[in-house]
Structure formats: C-alpha cells, structure tokens
C-alpha cells in the first residue's frame, strides 16, 4: 500500500521543494502519508491518487507569516496539476488530486468534496496535534519570533489571546479546536486522542510555570 507514495517520491524527487523549514519538510509529508494511509485503511478511497495528493499537497510553500499564505494550497494544486499532467496522468485523476490539495488547508476556505479530500485534510491536521504538534506549534513561533508565553498571564486569563506573540495562545486559539472539524470518522477518532496530549501538556506546562 505505501508502494504508490514512495514509487512516486523518487521519481518526483527533483521537483519536490527543499527549504529550510523543519514543519513544512518531508518527514512532515511522510507523517501525513502515514496518517493518510491509516484513515484509508478504515474508509476506503483511491490509494494512488491519495498518494499523490501527499505527496504533492506543499509542494509550494509560503511562509505561515506571508501574506500569499491563503494563495498556498491553491498554488500547490497549480503546479501538482502541471506536473503530473506533464508525466501523462489521466485529467480527471490529476482534477480530483488539484482539488484534494487546493482544499486542504484551513486558510484556503474550501470545502473538500471527494473522500481523498477528505483524508488528505484530516491527516495534515492531525499532524498540527498531538505530541508533534506540540514541536511543530514551538517550532513554527521560534521561526516568527514569538515568545513561549505571555509572562503575566500565559493562559490569557485576562487578555485575548495573541498566538503571534505566544507561543502557548496558539494551543487555545487554534490547536485544541482542530480536533471539531474533522471530515471523516477514523480522522475524529485520532484526532480526540491527539488532542488529549495537547491538552495534558497545556495543563502540566502551565503548573511548571507556576
Ligand atoms: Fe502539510
């Protein structure tokens, strides 16, 4: 099963971008596949063309403080299509891969329409929780210059939360909500357990800071 991803890595290699970003790499693509794999195992779908939608759904990447960041999955779906168009892949598989990776992100604002749209959102998300999402989340704010957390009141008891600035704001003003906006039912399932770690940590990093 993970045959159609690896097979397709390699032969992609020279196209798939190389930046300098630890959360936007390819162990991120590969953490995605594997999830994808595993919500597919449970709900069926197309194994190739989801393969190619992990594969592909970064494949541009703009900076999370960029202000083209909503253009990003648009742009990826863009160049995905080019570039498996140009290899001889079948035009609805390659319109069914663009909108899988045009609609996976959250700042693009569309709905995913088809199963694989489905899973390849649910399994980049459940990459934003859990334990690695925790080293994404203090990754990503080192990268913009954020601070761990507001020194008098991290958890923005008294002040609206500002996950620019902090670092732990982003946990309640994003993370610990991910989990409600899952498409499929495997991808919920992971997601509620995932989202228990980011919670257990929230709680015991606040009680450390005292
Ligand atoms: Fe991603």
């Known amino acids: 099963m993970s045959d159609a991803f690896f097979a397709l890595e390699t032969e992609l290699a020279a196209e798939l971008p190389v930046g ?14 594997a999830n994808a794999r595993r919500i597919a195992q449970r709900e069926g779908g197309d194994i190739g063309l989801l393969a190619a939608a992990v594969l592909l759904h970064d494949c541009v990447h703009v900076e999370k403080s960029s202000s083209l960041r909503s253009q990003a999955s648009r742009l990826a779906a863009e160049r995905a299509a080019a570039l498996l168009a140009a290899r001889g892949w079948a035009a609805e598989r390659v319109a069914a891969i663009a909108h899988a990776i045009a609609a996976h ?87 509620a357990e995932r989202t228990r770690a980011l919670a257990e940590f929230v709680g015991a990093f606040e009680a450390e800071i005292g």
Do not use: N
């Open 20 to 33: 300098d970003d630890g959360a936007h790499d390819m162990a991120h693509v590969r953490r995605v596949w």
């Open 105 to 191: 992100s959250f700042s693009a604002g569309l709905t995913p329409e088809t199963l694989e749209a489905k899973i390849l959102q649910d399994a980049d998300r459940l990459d934003a929780i859990g334990y690695i999402g925790i080293a994404r989340c203090f990754y990503t704010a080192g990268r913009m210059g954020s601070a761990l957390y507001h020194p008098a009141d991290p958890s923005a008891a008294h002040r609206p939360l500002d996950d620019r600035a902090y670092a732990l704001d982003h946990f309640r003003a994003k993370l610990l909500k991910l989990a409600d906006g899952f498409q499929t039912a495997t991808g919920a399932r992971l997601a």
